[in-house]
């Protein structure tokens, strides 16, 4: 016996408010009783460790934390009876919304209130067995008792120390003597309006208008100028044996739509000593509180462009474009107790073995009204 579950969405992202369906798909060689088949949806955040056998002060405080639930909720696909030979699809329905019960150990909350199958009664057999008992679906909810906080439902990420992540299982029970069968899948959720500020606005509405040269746009352009005078973290005495060099640029955007193209440009002035190569190193900074009030974060890497490889033209202006890759980025997380945020390096090598890197912070955000005809864009 086989049990899957089948989003009926090809790229199975939602966003807040949708209706998420699919069906449960159970193929059986032979008619099978079994005791009832359920489906559990969850979201949350998670906290995890590495795992590593060089633990840091981060892997300590993240192992400390624990998961906090986003949506948490079952439903009855069908009640105990009897699968025909062959293929039965079940079909299903729900409202993604938040759980509004914070416990850890809800098996149906409130927010399970706007889940309703949509089998009508009965599932689609392809075998034309009609000894079998109907497949009756019906969602199981209850008032919540918990007042605690709710959260919102934030865009699916997958991180280092933090992950948001959703699931729906599909749980077919047999009796004692069987081992019950269980099946996962993950979707994804892309929350509009994540990271974006009132002050965006204007922006969005320039970028929508092809008005690339507008004030509001200009103030959120980042331009860079790199040469030794301007190098920090490094030891006055060291900056003599540096080579000669003056590089200039910008960003085209420092607060970006994570469903838009990174770009922007990068020229060579001048240099006494051939590049080896120019890269954009996009890196993730995952932060937790501490007791003191304090916050511990930790930079890692989700990918490297090179931009350029070999020695650059004097006065050659290189361009810069990178999409940011999906579930690996959203867009800008900050709460009282986490924060996920992004920042961009610009990093050049040059032959004799010297690297210098210009660090750019970045705001990302997903536009307001942009669901669904954004969605293609993102993904």
């Known amino acids: 016996m086989e049990l899957d579950i089948i989003i009926k969405r090809p790229d199975k992202t939602f966003s807040p408010g949708e209706k998420v369906r699919g069906v449960v798909k159970v193929t059986s060689k032979t008619a099978t009783k079994h005791s009832g088949l359920r489906l559990l949806v969850e979201g949350g955040i998670t906290f995890q460790y590495t795992g590593s056998n060089n633990m840091n002060l981060f892997d300590v405080v993240m192992s400390s934390f624990k998961p906090i639930k986003l949506v948490d909720f079952s439903m009855e696909l069908a009640t105990a009876g009897k699968l025909p030979e ?37 599932g689609h057999n392809d075998s034309g067995d009609s000894e079998t008992a109907p497949l009756i679906a019906q969602s199981t909810s209850a008032s919540a008792t918990n007042t605690t906080p709710t959260y919102k439902l934030y865009s699916t990420y997958h991180g280092v120390y933090l992950s948001v992540r959703y699931k729906v299982h599909a749980e077919m029970k047999f009796g004692f003597f069987t081992r019950d069968m269980k099946k996962a899948l993950e979707f994804y959720v892309s929350n509009n309006g994540q990271g974006f500020l009132q002050k965006h606005v204007q922006l969005e509405q320039d970028i929508m208008a092809k008005k690339m040269n507008s004030d509001v746009v200009k103030q959120f352009r980042r331009e860079f100028d790199m040469e030794p005078s301007k190098l920090q973290n490094v030891r006055k005495s060291l900056i003599g044996i540096v080579p000669d060099y003056h590089i200039v640029g910008h960003l085209t955007l420092s607060v ?92 050049v090598l040059f032959t004799d073995g010297h690297q210098i890197t210009e660090n750019v912070p970045l705001r990302l955000y997903s536009g307001k009204n942009e669901v669904g005809q954004n969605r293609l864009k993102m993904f």
């Open 256 to 347: 970006c739509n994570i469903g838009r193209p990174f770009t922007g440009e990068i020229t060579v002035v001048k240099s006494a000593v051939n590049i080896k190569s120019i890269e954009l190193q996009l890196v993730r900074v995952e932060s937790c509180s501490v007791a003191d009030g304090g916050m511990v974060k930790e930079a890692t890497e989700i990918q490297n462009l090179q931009l350029a490889d070999g020695n650059i033209p004097v006065g050659f202006s290189l361009p810069i474009y990178m999409i940011f890759p999906r579930l690996f980025t959203c867009p800008t997380l900050i709460t009282q107790n986490f924060r996920v945020e992004f920042e961009v390096n610009i990093i």
């Open 86 to 122: 062959g293929t039965t699809e079940i079909p299903f329905e729900f409202t993604l919304q938040q759980t509004e019960s914070g416990g850890s150990n809800n098996t149906s909350s409130s927010g399970a209130a706007a889940a309703s199958s949509s089998s009508g009664g009965g």
